[in-house]
């Protein structure tokens, strides 16, 4: 009919326009893939470096001096517990992937919040495009990356800095906006410059905020590490997939217990660390 | 040449000062000069409120100024205005002979930081800094070096009696205690002239008046000159050297305590005072009667043999000296010679508050 020969046409352009991209881009996604692929490398080769209880001692201590004691023994044994299951390897890969995107999602998102935090027109135009992101189901995002990168750990970084960067960035742009009048004030009084008044009034008074951030970004980018086993990320996503196609209940149950173990340290870790802020600000 | 000397005096002058607020604040500026609308017609007409209007004042050096008003009345907005927090709609401002507005972005920073310090009612101690960090926040601001500003904030600190609390955070003090952290970070500043915007309204009574006093004492030993804007007309007059009234964006009278207390300007400003005890106010020369006009009502009496007392006892003085004398009234000496006679009846008019040229035989 009529409108599917409008579709066909638009998938079509949008085909050829994403083989353009890959033809004449190579290099770029290249050098992309090379930066993403070097950075998530690195990390995971320093996890690697030290034995599984070190990793967990090391956890360990973070949760005790960080929440009390009692997480702080939790914390420890949970992730020996996703070594004694067999699940380490693809644990610490997990790991260095989210935090490989969640790094990198926060070098991009948190300055794009500082200025979208001064200049409200960049702030307004930057609302839609941020609610498109996270209103769209995440594994979206999986497609144009694996045209552009192909199978593999840097597409699933792609997808996941993509998802993580929205919440950083709004609640960086909200910090920096909510300073309160009196101290804006207090910094014009005793003839504070732009850049001291950004140093040493707006930005100390937006860090709990932006820890906040912070947190909600390395929450999307767990969500999302899980979804990208389907293009070959590697770690526990990687079993998840596997393991459902094999029908393999036992192995997915295993890895997902290792994911949820993941997530709730880490989360509890940067939610306190965020409380924290919070706290010295009061 | 007096005037000469005076004028130069004068570290702070607020010439004829006006600040509109609303979109069409321009409109209003120019019809009230060349109008001379009220404050009324420039809200009915222009939907603008008119914050401050016609403020003149000086500030000198060394002066404590007082600003009193109602909630409202314009205060802070004029407060304000001196260090252009906010710019006034017209009129002109000129802190040691430099007219504000004429400044740019760096050199106004520069006087913020070096000629003008703020205290504010809700303090804005910096939450994330100890009460060191925070007392030596002007000075980091200048950029002086670590090791020399921290020692000037220590001593600042030990003025306002808080050394012991050098390295608390603001959330450990008391709002008495904050008070003065914030004092010490505009001391510490060494600004030549300290505004106050309800610094201590805050504050439960006892530990105000011990504040008021250690300020006080604190501007006057240090040499500084002070705005300090309050709602509580006993503030101003246990603070102030001179104080000016403001009501509706108006300053309506300006004067010391006494003179204020004395010869209100308008039935506003006598009805504030009204409350107000006189016993330390109202000084001998303006319940004095003419020593001339004394010997006639009272022909027996040796005006040579009264006790004396100078024209600036007050009258709580004067109370005490008549009850130590035989007689009801008191010679008023200045310079060796009987300038004038204080009666009891003098005494009960001064504290009722009754003008000095009232008729005193009724
Ligand atoms: N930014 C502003 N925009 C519009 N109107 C304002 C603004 N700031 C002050 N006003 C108005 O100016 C008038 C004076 O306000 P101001 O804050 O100076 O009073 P105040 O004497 O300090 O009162 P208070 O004792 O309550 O602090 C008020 O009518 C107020 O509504
Ligand atoms: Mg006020």
């Not at chain 1, 998840?240 to 029908?247: C, E, F, K, S």
């Not at chain 2, 000198?60 to 001196?82: A, D, P, Y």
């Not at chain 2, 000075?139 to 670590?146: I, S």
Request: charge should be neutral; hydrophobic fraction near 50%.
């Amino acid at each position: 009919m009529d409108t599917s020969v409008i579709t066909d046409l638009f998938d079509t352009w949008t085909d050829n326009a994403l083989g353009w991209i890959g033809d004449n881009g190579e290099w770029l996604f290249e050098f992309i893939r090379l930066i993403l692929e070097g950075t998530y490398d690195g990390i995971l080769w320093l996890l690697k470096l030290a034995p599984f209880y070190v990793i967990a001692i090391i956890a360990g201590l973070l949760a005790w001096r960080l929440i009390n004691r009692i997480a702080g023994f939790l914390a420890g044994v949970a992730l020996a517990f996703c070594a004694f299951m067999g699940l380490w390897a693809e644990t610490m890969s997990t790991l260095a992937l989210v935090a490989t995107a969640t790094i990198l999602a926060l070098a991009v998102a948190i300055p794009i919040g500082i200025v979208a935090g001064f200049v409200q027109a960049f702030d307004r135009a930057l609302e839609p495009a941020l609610d498109l992101i996270q209103t769209l189901p995440p594994y979206i995002y999986l497609l144009p990356a694996i045209a552009l990168l192909g199978y593999g750990p840097a597409t699933a970084l792609v997808a996941t800095f993509i998802v993580a960067m929205p919440p950083s960035i709004r609640l960086t742009s909200l910090g920096i906006r909510m300073t309160p009048r009196e101290f804006i004030e207090l910094g014009q009084a005793s003839g504070l410059s732009p850049w001291q008044m950004f140093t040493k009034i707006r930005l100390p008074f937006a860090i709990p905020s932006i820890m906040a951030g912070i947190n909600q970004s390395l929450m999307m980018a767990f969500g999302m590490v899980v979804i990208a086993g389907i293009v070959g990320s590697g770690g526990l996503g990687e079993t998840i997939y596997g393991a459902v196609r094999t029908l393999d209940i036992a192995t997915s149950i295993n890895a997902a217990i290792a994911i949820v173990i993941l997530t709730m340290v880490l989360d509890r870790l940067t939610q306190s660390a965020a409380h924290r802020a919070k706290a010295g600000v009061r | 040449m007096n005037t000469v000397k005076e004028a130069n005096d004068v570290l702070l002058d607020c010439q004829n000062v006006w600040k509109i607020f609303g979109a069409r604040s321009s409109a209003a500026v120019k019809a009230v000069s060349d109008r001379g609308l009220s404050k009324k017609q420039v809200l009915q007409d222009f939907d603008c409120v008119v914050g401050v209007s016609d403020a003149s004042l000086q500030v000198r050096r060394g002066e404590i100024f007082c600003i009193m008003g109602l909630s409202g009345s314009g205060k802070s907005t004029l407060v304000r205005l001196l260090n252009r927090l906010i710019e006034p709609s017209l009129g002109k401002i000129v802190v040691k002979g430099r007219e504000i507005a004429t400044l740019n972005a760096a050199e106004l920073r520069d006087m913020r930081a070096r000629n003008i310090g703020m205290v504010f009612q809700s303090v804005a101690l910096l939450p994330y800094r100890t009460v060191l960090e925070n007392a030596a926040f002007g000075l980091e601001v200048r950029g002086v070096p670590k090791d020399e500003r921290n020692e000037t904030a220590r001593a600042a600190l030990a003025k306002v009696g808080l050394s012991d609390w050098i390295s608390r955070y603001p959330s450990e003090l008391s709002g008495g205690m904050q008070q003065r952290v914030g004092l010490a970070r505009a001391l510490a500043a060494d600004p030549e002239i300290i505004l106050m915007d309800e610094p201590f309204s805050a504050l439960d009574p006892l530990i105000r008046r011990q504040l008021q006093d250690e300020f006080r004492q604190l501007t006057k030993s240090l040499g500084k000159s002070a705005v300090f804007i309050t709602h509580d007309l006993e503030e101003a007059i246990r603070i102030g050297d001179r104080i000016a009234i403001m009501k509706d964006g108006m300053i309506v009278q300006v004067g010391t305590a006494e003179e204020i207390v004395t010869k209100p300007a308008d039935d506003y400003v006598a009805e504030f005072v009204a409350g107000i005890s006189r016993i330390h106010l109202v000084k001998a020369h303006s319940v004095m009667r003419p020593v001339a006009d004394f010997k006639t009502s009272q022909p027996h009496c040796d005006v040579g043999a009264l006790l004396k007392a100078s024209p600036e006892a007050d009258i709580g003085e004067l109370i005490d000296i008549t009850m130590r004398s035989d007689r009801d009234a008191v010679a008023v000496v200045e310079n060796g010679s009987i300038v004038g006679v204080v009666t009891t009846r003098g005494l009960l008019r001064g504290v009722a508050g009754m003008p000095a040229g009232a008729p005193s035989a009724a």
